[in-house]
Nanobody, 122 residues
Framework: QVQLQESGGGLVQPGGALRLTCTVS????????WAWSRQAPGKKRELVAT???????NYADSVKGRFTITRDNAKNMVYLQLNNTKPEDTALYYC????????????????WGQGTQVTVSS
């Protein structure tokens, strides 16, 4: 079993920046891809960024060039840096983990955190 705990959400102004943090614990040997996903009210869950244990990254078009995913394998943590935020980035952000899957389909991820709220508003 793998546990994921997100933190760092909050209120940010449009054009601002925020960094989300996820701590991964448990049987992490069984996971090689860690990711960030988000879900806004009334919308489907969207995978926004993934990173393999080798550092290969993948981004959704909606965040490419603005968000950056990184990971620290020694600390078992994964981060999402949000820059140049937009009101449409407002959502509950989830950390996720998968084994042998590197794509952007939420169904490919087995383990999920509880989420941290990000609100972009002036």
């Amino acid at each position: 079993q793998v546990q994921l705990q997100e933190s760092g959400g909050g209120l940010v102004q449009p054009g601002g920046a925020l960094r989300l943090t996820c701590t991964v614990s448990g049987n992490i040997v069984g996971t090689d891809t860690w990711a960030w996903s988000r879900q806004a009210p009334g919308k489907k869950r969207e995978l926004v960024a993934t990173i393999t244990n080798g550092g290969q990254t993948n981004y959704a078009d909606s965040v490419k060039g603005r968000f950056t995913i990184t990971r620290d394998n020694a600390k078992n943590m994964v981060y999402l840096q949000l820059n140049n935020t937009k009101p449409e980035d407002t959502a509950l952000y989830y950390c996720a983990a998968a084994n042998n899957y590197f794509g952007l389909r939420p169904a490919g991820y087995t383990y999920w955190g509880q989420g941290t709220q990000v609100t972009v508003s002036s």
